[in-house]
């Protein structure tokens, strides 16, 4: 069943946020998409090289499943040092932010 966005903010009983939850609704969706895409394209490599291709969509899925675990905690370990700011990009030399 396909929900359209300002329904998913209603089903979740949002208000005032939808464009929040259609950002992230969205966001799943194009990854989603994408991971589809790039498991098509290992299926065609997997064609060529004579791979069995449930030995391919299982080496995926459990690459996808660590990734989705090994990231946030990647994350909270250079978060914790308290060196990350992710907004000095904009700021200037001399701000305290290491530029």
Known sequence: MIVPMPQAA???HLQGNGVIVGLGICGVVINATSSAATL?????????????PRAMFGAQLVG????AILTPLAF???????????????HTAGDGCGG
């Open 40 to 52: 098509m394209g290992d299926f065609r490599t997997g064609y060529i090289c004579l791979a069995a």
């Open 10 to 12: 209603c089903m979740l």
């Open 64 to 67: 996808q499943l660590l990734g």
């Open 76 to 90: 909270m370990l250079f978060y914790e040092t308290g060196q990350v700011w992710p907004w000095c990009w904009c």
